[in-house]
């Protein structure tokens, strides 16, 4: 069955119906990503928090992280909501946050589905025994081919790679159902080694490989013309991952693409905001995970003095100031989904019959 769809979101047709300005519920989000530190134990060249030419993590203070009591409380609003997911992510590396093991806990106690985005290094001990047994997926992020290629990667001693791999394959030897993969994250240095990565991740038991194009600039035009020179290396490589590699126990998704349609917003307002908000380390809310930590079209608001709960049910006129023509004119991942919840809230009534 498909891990990966755009089309999630239409198995929620009543949160589909309140989203609209002119309807009065305001229903739970479905999905947040809680950035729980901005704290990190590596320090990627391309991360994107960290780019001062990129708009993401433009407003970021690198020693926020949300309080143990907070996120107790964030815990305990996600469950009494009904929120179905919670997917932790950075920010930083979520599993620097010392409390992580105990607030995953928490939510799979409640109900809630969780999951985390990992550079895999500290995925270890009782980290990875609660994700491995409790969650539902974990994606790790990679980009090196072996220990020097990581190590020019991310600031980190050459045996660091070493390291992820061997806890890749200690996690898959955890048992349990989590769903383990890694976002290949491919540019101009590691473009000759992506089918290569593919088939050593495969060894070591990964279940899922996502190929990502990293963005190196908030314009869609300078994204592609950094990656044209690799883009046909690249794409016959990731098409044959998909031939040679992929069957029943891994997974090749190929989202490496031009990134022109992850930039121009034809709409003015944003529904996904209402379906998969952040929360993050600086106890603010924001619209989404290529906004986070920007205060001028990004915030939705704070909940360092009131709790989310009271927050997201006050008024729907904050998830109506960001314009995304106007607003979000750069790298959006929720653009092509939003199109189509906006294809479904614009469908004429007294057509709908006439499927």
Not at 126 to 139: L, M
Not at 234 to 248: C, F, G, I, S, Y
Not at 254 to 268: A, C, G, P, V
Not at 308 to 315: E, P
Request: charged share 25%; hydrophobic share 40%; net charge neutral.
């Amino acid at each position: 069955m498909r891990l990966y769809t755009g089309l999630k979101i239409f198995h929620y047709q009543n949160k589909l119906d309140s989203l609209p300005q002119d309807q009065p519920a305001i229903l739970p989000p479905i999905h947040i990503r809680i950035k729980p530190t901005n704290a990190c134990n590596h320090n990627c060249s391309y991360c994107a928090y960290r780019a001062d030419n990129l708009q993401l993590g433009q407003h970021m203070n690198i020693r926020d992280r949300i309080p143990e009591a907070k996120m107790a409380e964030i815990v305990e609003d996600c469950v009494a909501l009904g929120v179905k997911a919670v997917t932790f992510s950075g920010g930083g590396e979520p599993l620097c946050y010392p409390h992580i093991v105990k607030t995953a806990n928490a939510l799979a106690d409640g109900g809630v589905g969780i999951a985390t985005l990992t550079n895999g290094a500290l995925l270890q001990g009782a980290a990875a025994d609660v994700f491995a047994h409790r969650g539902v997926w974990v994606r790790l992020s990679m980009d090196g081919w072996d220990g020097p290629s990581y190590a020019r990667y991310r600031n980190v001693p050459e045996t660091e790679f070493a390291r992820v791999m061997d806890n890749i394959e200690a996690f898959q030897r955890r048992g349990g159902s989590c769903f383990l993969g890694v976002s290949f994250i491919v540019g101009q240095e590691n473009a000759d080694h992506v089918f290569e990565m593919g088939r050593r991740l495969k060894d070591v038991g990964v279940a899922s490989l996502k190929y990502s194009p990293c963005v190196v600039s908030n314009d869609g035009r300078e994204n592609n013309a950094y990656h044209l020179p690799i883009f046909d290396k690249v794409k016959e490589q990731t098409a044959r991952a998909a031939a040679e590699l992929a069957d029943a126990g891994f997974e090749i998704f190929d989202s490496y693409h031009r990134l022109d349609e992850k930039f121009t917003k034809s709409y003015s307002w944003c529904p996904y905001l209402q379906i998969l908000p952040v929360i993050a380390a600086d106890q603010r809310v924001y619209s989404c995970q290529d906004k986070a930590y920007n205060l001028d079209c990004g915030l939705l608001g704070s909940i360092r003095d009131r709790r989310f709960a009271d927050f997201w049910r006050d008024g729907k006129d904050k998830f109506f100031a960001i314009n995304p023509a106007r607003d979000c004119n750069h790298h959006c991942v929720a653009n092509g989904k939003n199109r189509l919840v906006h294809e479904y809230l614009d469908a004429d009534p007294r057509h709908l019959p006439f499927v």
